[in-house]
């Protein structure tokens, strides 16, 4: 089993930042990669930031230079800068981690959820 444990969140004022930070748990073999997605209302998933192990860095076109991912090695933590927050970015933000349990068992395991709310 991996568990995620994710904190941060809330509701911010547009412009704002908030920080989100994720940590990755458990039978962990090999942490391939290690993100966030988001998921607003009556929207489909998609990606936001996600890290892979070689230090690759992959952002949706909409969070590009005001989302800022960052990730410790040793601890399997991830953290997501948020700034300039619009509206838009309103949604539940989920953290995701990938990679392998021994080396033929892999996983793809998802955290909780954490409420991002952009309004004034």
């Known amino acids: 089993q991996v568990q995620l444990v994710e904190s941060g969140g809330g509701l911010v004022q547009p412009g704002g930042s908030l920080t989100l930070s994720c940590e990755a748990s458990g039978s962990i073999f090999s942490l391939n990669a290690l993100g966030w997605y988001r998921q607003a209302p009556e929207k489909e998933r998609e990606l936001v930031a996600r890290i892979t192990s070689g230090g690759s860095t992959d952002y949706a076109d909409s969070v590009k230079g005001r989302f800022t991912l960052s990730r410790d090695y040793v601890k399997n933590r991830v953290y997501l800068q948020m700034n300039s927050l619009k509206p838009e970015d309103t949604a539940v933000y989920y953290c995701?981690?990938?990679?392998?349990?021994?080396?033929?068992?892999?996983?793809?395991?998802w955290g909780q959820g954490t409420q991002v709310t952009v309004s004034s």
């Open positions: 995701n981690a990938r990679g392998y349990q021994s080396t033929i068992t892999p996983f793809d395991s």
